[in-house]
């Protein structure tokens, strides 16, 4: 456990001596920093959330020992198609929301080899819900949700803060309460999948994540976030690179035409020459201050002052 905790310490410090731009100070020593954060927070590991084709959708809660009213909660979903990638290979990358002091839950999903479209998505709302039922546990201000996700995460982060309970699509996990976030930072995510499986933008991922269904347009056009752009939905901000090799940029783009459309509050940040992420400490802080601009226009951020739940 010691030699874990030890582990634990020396990436925080690593991540953060890499990325001054995102939570330190100027002249901050990474590794007292690391420590600061480490000792601020109550983690809870691998809880069930779901059970579904009889496996176990798991979810991490980082719980801020700081706040002594309802915190501001980051849900977070990690990239990797739909077909890979896991949520304690994406713990760094939150590390911008712990240094502010939030809660953050970091969810594992349903990938291709255990369940097809739409399962991913239906996890998604299941866990926002699940968040739901136990945020007086966890110390969660459910006025101050936000979803965030990168890459196939990104697409997941739209489509939990977005579908309406009319879909049906989080009947795994039914209930009363109305699924609502205040906002959703959305890295590179699939806004429109019926692009990706056929036609010059085809990619593997999306064409495995689909399989052989028959009604493969319909689902894929069930779970893509364009579809759902309405008035009354969370604010959106998005971000990517102009030259992303695999979510084409065009897709962003359209979101945020639909969503300026619709009169959602919503803004794109783009990363000239940006790849498929992996930007620079310069591009990351340019994101971070858009993200964290974006999110005090509706004082997100901040704690609240009386207790909401």
């Given at each position: 456990m010691r030699k874990a905790i030890l582990r634990s310490i020396i990436a925080l410090s690593l991540a953060l001596s890499f990325a001054p731009a995102l939570v330190l100070a100027q002249g901050a020593d990474p590794f007292a920093k690391a420590l600061h954060i480490f000792g601020s927070y109550r983690v809870v590991p691998n809880v069930t959330y779901l059970t579904a084709n009889n496996w176990d959708a798991k979810l991490d809660v980082y719980q801020s020992r700081e706040a002594t009213i309802p915190n501001p909660t980051l849900i977070y979903f990690h990239g990797g198609g739909w077909t890979g990638g896991t949520k304690e290979g994406s713990s760094l990358t939150f590390l911008p929301f712990l240094d502010m002091g939030w809660n953050v839950v970091n969810v594992e999903?349903?990938?291709?080899?255990?369940?097809?479209?739409?399962?991913?998505?239906?996890?998604?709302?299941?866990?926002?819900?699940?968040?739901?039922?136990?945020?007086?546990?966890?110390?969660?201000?459910?006025?101050?949700?936000?979803?965030?996700?990168?890459?196939?995460?990104?697409?997941?982060?739209?489509?939990?803060?977005?579908?309406?309970?009319?879909?049906?699509?989080?009947?795994?996990?039914?209930?009363?309460?109305?699924?609502?976030?205040?906002?959703?930072?959305?890295?590179?995510?699939?806004?429109?999948?019926?692009?990706?499986?056929?036609?010059?933008?085809?990619?593997?991922?999306?064409?495995?994540?689909?399989?052989?269904?028959?009604?493969?347009?319909?689902?894929?056009?069930?779970?893509?976030?364009?579809?759902?752009?309405?008035?009354?939905?969370?604010?959106?901000?998005?971000?990517?690179?102009d030259a992303d090799p695999t979510v084409p940029y065009s897709q962003n783009v359209r979101l945020h035409q639909a969503l300026d459309k619709a009169g959602v509050r919503n803004q794109l940040v783009t990363i000239p020459a940006g790849k498929h992420g992996g930007f620079t400490d310069a591009e990351m802080m340019k994101a971070y201050q858009a993200i964290r601009a974006f999110l005090d226009k509706d004082n997100i951020r901040k704690q609240s002052t009386n207790n909401q739940q």
């Open positions: 999903y349903r990938l291709a080899r255990v369940s097809l479209a739409p399962a991913a998505v239906q996890d998604g709302l299941c866990a926002l819900r699940w968040v739901y039922r136990n945020a007086k546990d966890y110390n969660v201000d459910t006025n101050r949700l936000v979803l965030m996700g990168n890459s196939a995460g990104g697409h997941l982060a739209l489509t939990t803060g977005m579908i309406p309970a009319s879909t049906a699509l989080d009947s795994l996990c039914p209930g009363t309460e109305e699924l609502k976030v205040a906002a959703i930072v959305n890295w590179y995510g699939i806004t429109d999948v019926n692009e990706l499986l056929a036609g010059p933008n085809v990619r593997p991922f999306a064409v495995t994540w689909l399989g052989g269904m028959m009604n493969r347009d319909d689902v894929a056009k069930r779970v893509s976030p364009l579809t759902y752009v309405r008035a009354g939905i969370p604010a959106i901000i998005s971000i990517q690179g």
